[in-house]
């Protein structure tokens, strides 16, 4: 029911946008185009279960696309990183005007290569392309554009490919460690290592994905009266007393892709947002308000999906790094055979935590874009039935989102602190990169 509600909630807004424009305008210069891709994207990311890591990806690579074609006759660049050196040039058609259907196009074949679920894709880019022979294109014309976007796609799918990613694919199976205190597979199914190789693939704009990790976790140590015990302590007088807001909480920030959800002998499954798809629905909300146009509304989804993903493979690397043990498995069998957490934990090391390092890159983009103090209501999680919750700032959204896993019982405080700080350092050398491009010559 969601994805058909959304589909046609994106109709609507093609509908809404070109049908109130004069016909001589081109109804590609508007925002609401991006917005309706990325939003037909999310339904496939959301349909298909993808996992965070490989979320961000494709968030990445659609939106650098759509902002690469979309500029690639102007002075705006991407940020001259050495990763994006070998990104393929862009075709430049001679009427400015077929920028824009340009970008779309390589948005599209991108993103079908990418998801699995593509008729969410399909059926917006059917619906725009309607629009835009209603709108005087030549259906000859639009057709021959396709085609040359798609030999394009073709160049470009080989350099996306050269990520390391289909590599990855094939890799070996993560093995244990067998020493005390490192990470273990974790109830209630206790799946294998989620992504143990994300951290080899090729960042966007960072230099290396360990450039910025953090300093480690608290060292674990048997010792009841240690450090590491001390945390354990600490999480569960918090979370055996956790408060309706508490919970709320860090339900409103879960954002796991793919739950299974046991009843008798069947399995079925919760799919939601990844945290990259909750901040870019943050994003989305905001660019609107703010009457974004379509060239800063697809620089600010290239910027903040390149970061996110940067920050995926960032923290990855680390957590494999350190393999740090999660709190179910050391409660469990040190001090409370009963406790279980608010959220299932996921697949993966605890050390950084994911969401914090995501949330501080996000929120740090977020707010060199539209200014640090900018209030606002988070409906993303509205259609999974959770209502919306409002913030002052995006520093204030990012320390929240951190501190709902430590409410979920899934990660430690440190793991929370130093992923906030590592997520800004991220968002920070990112920025930097945009800030110091040159124009084009």
């Known amino acids: 029911m969601r994805q058909t509600v959304s589909l046609f909630l994106c109709s609507c807004v093609f509908v809404s946008i070109f049908s109130c424009q004069d016909h001589r305008i081109l109804p590609a210069a508007y925002a609401a185009e991006i917005h309706a891709w990325n939003k037909a994207l999310e339904e496939a990311i959301v349909i298909d279960g993808f996992s965070a890591p490989v979320a961000s990806r494709i968030y990445a690579y659609t939106n650098l696309t759509y902002f690469h074609l979309l500029t690639a006759g102007s002075v705006s660049i991407l940020p001259l990183s050495v990763h994006l050196k070998s990104l393929p040039q862009s075709p430049i058609p001679a009427d400015s005007a077929q920028w824009a259907v ?17 008729h969410p894709l399909d059926s917006i880019c059917k619906i725009w392309k309607e629009n835009l022979i209603y709108h005087g294109w030549n259906t000859n014309k639009l057709a021959n554009l396709e085609s040359e976007t798609e030999v394009y796609f073709k160049e470009l799918a080989k350099w996306i490919n050269a990520d390391g990613y289909p590599k990855t694919r094939s890799m070996p199976r993560y093995t244990l460690a067998t020493a005390e205190g490192v990470w273990q597979p974790t109830p209630q199914d206790y799946m294998e290592a ?3 190789h994300w951290g080899t693939l090729r960042p966007f704009v960072l230099d290396s994905t360990n450039q910025l990790r953090p300093p480690g976790p608290v060292p674990f140590d048997a010792n009841p009266k240690s450090a590491f015990f001390q945390q354990c302590d600490s999480l569960l007088k918090v979370t055996r007393t956790l408060t309706p807001e508490q919970m709320a909480i860090a339900r409103h920030w879960d954002d796991n892709s793919f739950v299974p959800i046991h009843t008798g002998h069947s399995t079925s499954a919760e799919k939601k947002l990844t945290p990259a798809g909750h901040w870019m629905n943050i994003a989305r909300s905001i660019a609107i308000q703010n009457k974004f146009d379509l060239q800063a509304t697809s620089e600010m989804y290239c910027k903040l ?11 990855w690397e680390a957590k494999y790094h350190f393999q740090s043990i999660r709190p179910i498995t050391v409660i469990q069998d040190k001090l409370d055979p009963n406790w279980k957490p608010l959220l299932v934990t996921p697949a993966f090391p ?14 740090t983009v977020l707010a060199d874009i ?3 103090d900018v209030a606002f209501t988070d409906s993303s999680e509205v259609p ?3 209502p919306p919750r409002r913030f002052p700032s995006f520093e204030a959204a990012a320390t929240e989102a951190s501190v709902s ?26 920025l930097s990169q945009w800030k110091n ?5």
């Open 305 to 315: 999906s390149m970061a996110m993903a940067d920050a995926f493979l960032a923290c």
């Open 102 to 118: 340009q970008a779309g196009f390589g948005f599209y074949f991108v993103g079908k290569q990418l998801v699995y679920s593509d």
């Open 370 to 372: 539209f200014g640090a």
């Open 405 to 430: 896993r430590f409410y979920g019982g899934i990660h430690f405080p440190k793991a929370l602190d130093d992923g906030l700080e590592m997520g800004e350092k991220i968002a920070q050398f990112h």
């Open 194 to 196: 989620l992504e143990p």
């Open 350 to 363: 605890e050390y950084p935590s994911g969401h914090s390092v995501v949330s501080g890159t996000a929120s």
């Open 384 to 386: 999974f039935g959770y």
């Open 437 to 441: 491009s040159s124009p084009k010559q």
